[in-house]
């Protein structure tokens, strides 16, 4: 199945690369991931930081050869940041079938603008690997709890409804 990613789900799951089993591993292994070459510089960028997000986005880093990097045209007419924007288009140019996105205030955009990706947000990966088997119940609700914290989740409308579907399964 052939994942696109954005920069800020990437680091969603990099906040989470130390556990095991962890998240970004399974997209990795089970998974097409290719991202824009945008999205690698954003992550370079952010990877530079001394800061919980600088380590998550250089776990990601630090698995390059596990995804591939595209070049991508930018749509002068898109709204959104240029790792957003590359990372539509290649999911429109390479037909994927999900496109990962936190872009969270900004969804319904996004959501807009793909062709035929399904948009998923780390939150509900983490329910759909609970649901495969992939982690557990529990590893998943510490999961999305570690990267809540880390990425300042808390009141969020996409992660309380995770939280509810996990303890309901």
Excluded: K
Excluded at 85 to 106: H, I, K, P, S, Y
Excluded at 113 to 140: K, N
Aim: aromatic share 4%.
């Amino acid at each position: 199945m052939r994942i696109v990613a954005d920069t800020s789900a990437l680091v969603s799951l990099g906040v989470a690369a130390d556990r095991a089993p962890n998240p970004l591993d399974h997209v990795l292994e089970a998974h097409d991931l290719a991202v824009p070459e945008q999205v690698v510089s954003e992550l370079e960028d952010t990877a530079a930081y001394d800061d919980v997000s600088g380590s998550a986005a250089e776990a990601v880093l630090d698995r390059r050869e596990a995804f591939t990097a595209r070049s991508v045209e930018l749509d002068d007419a898109f709204p959104l940041d240029d790792g957003e924007n590359a990372a539509v288009g290649l999911a429109n140019d390479l037909e994927a079938t999900q496109f990962l996105c936190d872009e969270f205030n900004r969804l319904a955009l996004v959501h807009a603008s793909l062709t035929t990706a399904r948009l998923l947000t780390t939150p509900t990966l983490l329910v759909l690997l609970a649901r495969t088997g992939a982690l557990s119940r529990p590893e998943a609700e510490s999961t999305l709890d570690s990267i809540g914290d880390a990425r300042s989740w808390a009141g969020n409308a996409y992660v309380a409804r995770a939280r509810e579907t996990l303890r309901e399964q």
